[in-house]
């Protein structure tokens, strides 16, 4: 079962912000692969990685992957 949680909401406001999931994963230093996992809800998003993509999607964030 789906569960959309706030770390996958979270999750898909960085991928938009970013322009796709190839950029984020390279911002997030990750596999698209990985990413991937996390989007479809398979794996969990790592407490390290949530905090990077809140950096990504708080207000006046300038995304790295630009």
């Known amino acids: 079962m789906f569960t959309d949680t706030a770390q996958m909401r979270t999750l898909r ?3 938009q912000h970013c ?3 190839a950029p984020l994963a390279k ?6 692969e990985a990413l991937s ?3 479809t809800g398979r794996e969990t998003l790592p ?19 630009r």
């Open 13 to 15: 406001r960085a991928l």
């Open 37 to 39: 996992s996390w989007l």
């Open 47 to 65: 407490a390290e990685s949530y905090l990077r993509v809140l950096g990504i999607v708080r207000p006046g964030a300038k995304s790295r992957a």
């Open 27 to 32: 911002v997030l230093d990750v596999s698209v």
């Open 19 to 21: 322009g796709g999931e």
